[in-house]
């Protein structure tokens, strides 16, 4: 057993029961082997789910050099977003030290690159990264949870919720991937004016 069947071993039943349910003991009887072959491989449960995030995000294709910030962060989180909706499970370790890798950081330096190269200060650039990133991981909960499809929207009483009642129908489901880009586009779209920045 070599250690990417293993990650996808982890990744099954993270994406089934959750983070919480991912024991050694569990991997070990998932992927058909000791407790001992997993120890093997990585030292602790914080070392796996740290390549198991790394292993979701990789192969992620890198930003052509000649599009400006906006196409680099739409293509990333459009990305991200496709790739926590085919792994729900690993949304849960978003925002924690778990994506902090050597893997995660080769895939995100070309996107603060673009930005800072556009002229964002740091502060703005993180900001703004964490303002998307944010906005991914929300929509990916969201949908990656079910709910109810697009044609049996929730059903409120419009007398006493009239302006939930006209919003509830566009609740991200399973097949709001569209919304998911406009928001992208929208937030991307906000960032205030500035001589310092090329949009």
Not at 90 to 97: F, I, K, P, T
Not at 98 to 121: D, H, K, N, W
Request: aromatic letters at 6%; hydrophobic letters at 45%.
């Amino acid at each position: 057993m070599d250690l990417e069947t293993l990650l996808e071993a982890a990744l099954r039943i993270i994406d089934s029961d959750g983070v919480k349910a991912l024991t050694m003991r569990r991997l070990a009887s998932t992927a058909g082997v000791s407790t001992m072959a997993v120890y093997h491989h990585v030292a602790n449960k914080d070392e796996l789910l740290r390549l198991a995030a790394a292993h979701v995000m990789r192969g992620m294709p890198p930003p052509p050099a000649d599009v400006g910030w906006v196409s680099v962060l739409r293509s990333f989180f459009t990305e991200l977003h496709d790739r926590f909706l085919q792994h729900p499970g690993v949304v849960q370790l978003h925002g924690r030290d778990t994506f902090l890798s050597e893997a995660v950081y080769e895939i995100c330096e070309p996107v603060f690159g673009a930005m800072l190269r556009a002229g964002f200060q740091p502060d703005d650039a993180m900001s703004m990264f964490m303002g998307c990133a944010s906005l991914t991981v929300g929509h990916a909960q969201l949908e990656s949870a079910g709910g109810e499809p697009d044609d049996a929207p929730v059903v409120l009483d419009r007398d006493r919720y009239p302006a939930l009642a006209q919003v509830a129908k566009h609740l991200p489901s399973r097949a709001a991937r569209e919304r998911f880009l406009t928001s992208l586009d929208r937030q991307l779209a906000a960032y205030p004016a500035s001589d310092s920045v090329s949009h």
